[in-house]
């Protein structure tokens, strides 16, 4: 898997929120001035992107102390402090959105994740995000994905091939699409990437089937009782995911079902972010 350059990610962050400088603070506080400042719970959720807020704080100004009293994954409620901070006033103010934005956003999506986990956690179904992410935060969103309970898909395009219902269109079909990607793999010395193939209906089912050589069989758009009678044709030969419009009120049918995998758009797309403020005392 590709090393994302986190530290990349944080430096043109700050490029992006202070330009030519935080001319609010440099105007009325003093460059020498220390003081402290808490990060406060304004609702409940799960707690995601404190390693990130502390990289953050390192990266603005290396003397700055953090003492944190939670860690990523707890639970949290109004009014608890996630951490305390304490250096130069300037350098705190130019963290301050930064921190805010990606911890508000990654707490928000593991409390949507822990959310679905918890209602299959008796289950062995693992709920799954998908590429469905904001560009350029895709590995953040992801690591909040994780935080709360659920697991990482493919990361990218490179990391595991997934033939859609394009790609098999576009190929000539299911066998052509298979052959095809197996041959390329081998070719290419990418033997290791496993190959997941999207099946709409359950003749496409019986094809692959037939065929043979992936790893995983995506079940797109199937009902809850299209999905049960897929996976027991399938039998334990493949990995099953569905995929499709499942919300928290239908995920527990489809794990139900027996599926390894169920995945989930809206982890990451469909987020309201945890409210939570940064303020001096």
Do not use: W
């Not at 100004?61 to 250096?87: N, P, T, Y």
């Not at 300037?90 to 301050?96: F, G, R």
């Not at 079909?173 to 070719?187: F, P, R």
């Amino acid at each position: 898997m590709i090393n994302y350059p986190i530290d990349d990610l944080i430096r043109a962050a700050i490029a992006e929120d202070i330009g030519d400088g935080d001319h609010s603070s440099l105007s009325c506080i003093s460059e020498t001035t220390k003081g402290k400042a808490r990060l406060i719970i304004k609702e409940t959720g799960i707690l995601a992107g404190l390693r990130i807020a502390k990289k953050i704080f390192a990266t603005i100004d290396s003397e700055l102390k953090v003492e944190s009293f939670l860690e990523d994954g707890a639970k949290v409620s109004v009014g608890e402090i996630a951490f305390h901070v304490e250096g130069k006033i300037l350098s705190i103010l130019q963290a301050e959105r930064l921190v805010l934005n990606f911890m508000q956003r990654m707490s928000g999506i593991a409390t949507v994740t822990n959310t679905y986990a918890k209602l299959i956690s008796d289950l062995k179904t693992q709920v799954l995000d998908t590429r469905k992410t904001t560009p350029g935060l895709r590995l953040i969103e992801k690591e909040a994905v994780k935080i709360g309970g659920g697991t990482n898909h493919r990361m990218g395009l490179y990391d595991m091939v997934m033939l859609k219902d394009n790609h098999v269109d576009f190929a000539g079909g299911i066998e052509k699409a298979i052959s095809a990607t197996n041959n390329y793999l081998k070719k290419n010395n990418k033997e290791h990437l496993q190959i997941e193939i999207e099946v709409r209906n359950k003749q496409e089912i019986r094809q692959v089937l037939a065929i043979g050589g992936v790893h995983r069989i995506m079940l797109d758009n199937f009902s809850v009782a299209e999905t049960k009678k897929a996976v027991e044709l399938i039998a334990g030969k493949y990995e099953t995911e569905s995929s499709g419009g499942i919300t928290h009120k239908t995920i527990r049918n489809y794990a139900l079902c027996g599926v390894d995998f169920v995945s989930v758009g809206a982890l990451t797309h469909q987020i309201k972010s945890i409210d939570m403020s940064l303020k001096a005392f």
